[in-house]
Protein backbone atom coordinates (compact mmCIF):
# COMPACT_ATOMS: atom_id res chain seq x y z
CA UNK A 1 0.00 0.00 0.00
CA UNK A 2 1.00 3.36 -0.81
CA UNK A 3 0.20 6.72 0.92
CA UNK A 4 0.03 9.77 -1.04
CA UNK A 5 -0.24 12.90 1.44
CA UNK A 6 -0.85 16.55 -0.75
CA UNK A 7 -0.54 20.00 0.71
CA UNK A 8 0.03 23.98 -0.33
CA UNK A 9 -3.28 24.90 -2.12
CA UNK A 10 -5.26 27.81 -1.15
CA UNK A 11 -6.85 31.11 -2.38
CA UNK A 12 -4.32 33.47 -4.25
CA UNK A 13 -4.78 36.82 -6.27
CA UNK A 14 -3.46 36.30 -9.84
CA UNK A 15 -0.20 37.06 -10.80
CA UNK A 16 0.73 35.82 -6.91
CA UNK A 17 2.51 32.17 -6.34
CA UNK A 18 1.99 29.05 -4.57
CA UNK A 19 3.64 25.86 -3.77
CA UNK A 20 1.69 22.25 -3.79
CA UNK A 21 3.36 19.30 -1.97
CA UNK A 22 3.01 15.55 -2.37
CA UNK A 23 4.93 12.91 -0.08
CA UNK A 24 4.79 9.51 -0.60
CA UNK A 25 5.05 6.59 2.17
CA UNK A 26 4.64 3.33 2.56
CA UNK A 27 5.73 -0.07 0.81
CA UNK A 28 8.37 1.51 -1.73
CA UNK A 29 10.38 -0.04 -3.35
CA UNK A 30 11.64 2.55 -6.06
CA UNK A 31 9.53 5.61 -8.13
CA UNK A 32 9.74 6.32 -11.89
CA UNK A 33 7.54 9.00 -12.06
CA UNK A 34 5.42 11.76 -10.12
CA UNK A 35 3.48 14.14 -11.67
CA UNK A 36 0.80 16.82 -11.04
CA UNK A 37 -2.44 16.66 -13.12
CA UNK A 38 -5.53 19.34 -12.49
CA UNK A 39 -9.47 19.41 -13.35
CA UNK A 40 -11.22 22.23 -13.22
CA UNK A 41 -15.43 22.22 -12.81
CA UNK A 42 -17.20 20.80 -16.20
CA UNK A 43 -13.78 19.99 -17.93
CA UNK A 44 -11.60 16.58 -17.84
CA UNK A 45 -8.85 15.93 -15.75
CA UNK A 46 -5.11 17.15 -17.39
CA UNK A 47 -1.54 16.69 -17.33
CA UNK A 48 0.20 19.92 -15.66
CA UNK A 49 3.96 18.33 -15.08
CA UNK A 50 5.73 14.76 -14.67
CA UNK A 51 9.15 13.84 -13.71
CA UNK A 52 11.07 11.49 -13.87
CA UNK A 53 13.73 9.53 -11.84
CA UNK A 54 16.11 10.68 -13.70
CA UNK A 55 14.80 13.96 -13.28
CA UNK A 56 13.25 14.83 -16.69
CA UNK A 57 10.51 16.66 -16.60
CA UNK A 58 7.35 17.31 -19.17
CA UNK A 59 4.96 20.54 -19.03
CA UNK A 60 1.82 21.45 -20.04
CA UNK A 61 1.93 24.24 -22.62
CA UNK A 62 -0.23 26.41 -20.91
CA UNK A 63 2.00 26.65 -17.74
CA UNK A 64 5.49 26.23 -19.58
CA UNK A 65 7.72 29.68 -18.10
CA UNK A 66 5.57 30.02 -15.35
CA UNK A 67 5.27 26.58 -13.14
CA UNK A 68 8.31 24.26 -12.18
CA UNK A 69 7.81 20.64 -10.83
CA UNK A 70 10.71 18.80 -8.58
CA UNK A 71 11.16 16.04 -6.28
CA UNK A 72 13.11 14.99 -3.55
CA UNK A 73 14.09 11.43 -3.83
CA UNK A 74 15.06 10.52 -0.58
CA UNK A 75 11.58 11.86 0.96
CA UNK A 76 9.80 10.44 -2.07
CA UNK A 77 8.42 13.67 -2.27
CA UNK A 78 7.36 16.12 -5.86
CA UNK A 79 6.88 19.56 -5.65
CA UNK A 80 5.18 22.19 -8.39
CA UNK A 81 6.10 26.00 -7.73
CA UNK A 82 3.05 27.95 -9.30
CA UNK A 83 3.97 31.43 -10.48
CA UNK A 84 2.51 34.04 -11.97
CA UNK A 85 -0.89 32.52 -11.56
CA UNK A 86 -4.07 33.12 -14.00
CA UNK A 87 -7.77 32.89 -12.91
CA UNK A 88 -7.61 29.44 -15.48
CA UNK A 89 -5.14 28.05 -13.48
CA UNK A 90 -8.30 27.18 -11.28
CA UNK A 91 -8.27 23.43 -10.52
CA UNK A 92 -8.19 20.77 -8.09
CA UNK A 93 -4.23 19.31 -8.15
CA UNK A 94 -4.12 15.78 -8.29
CA UNK A 95 -0.45 14.12 -7.69
CA UNK A 96 0.44 11.11 -8.98
CA UNK A 97 3.27 8.32 -8.86
CA UNK A 98 4.32 5.43 -10.06
CA UNK A 99 6.79 3.03 -9.03
CA UNK A 100 7.31 -0.26 -7.47
CA UNK A 101 6.15 -2.23 -4.59
CA UNK A 102 9.16 -3.11 -1.68
CA UNK A 103 7.68 -6.63 -2.51
CA UNK A 104 7.61 -6.42 -6.34
CA UNK A 105 5.07 -5.27 -8.61
CA UNK A 106 3.99 -1.72 -9.88
CA UNK A 107 1.89 0.55 -8.31
CA UNK A 108 -0.18 3.78 -9.87
CA UNK A 109 -1.78 6.08 -6.96
CA UNK A 110 -3.51 9.26 -7.17
CA UNK A 111 -3.83 11.48 -4.22
CA UNK A 112 -7.17 13.02 -2.86
CA UNK A 113 -6.29 16.54 -4.87
CA UNK A 114 -5.81 19.83 -3.34
CA UNK A 115 -8.16 23.18 -4.34
CA UNK A 116 -6.04 26.14 -6.02
CA UNK A 117 -8.64 28.98 -6.52
CA UNK A 118 -6.80 31.94 -8.56
CA UNK A 119 -9.25 34.97 -7.82
CA UNK A 120 -8.39 38.59 -7.08
Do not use: H
Not at 6 to 25: D, H, I, Y
Not at 52 to 79: E, L, Q
Not at 99 to 104: C, F, I, M, R, S
Amino acid sequence: QVQLVESGGGLVQPGGSLRLSCAASGSISSIYAMGWYRQAPGKQRELVATIASGAGTNYADSVKGRFTISRDNAKNTVYLQMSSLKPEDTAVYYCNTRGYYAAGGMFDYWGQGTQVTVSS
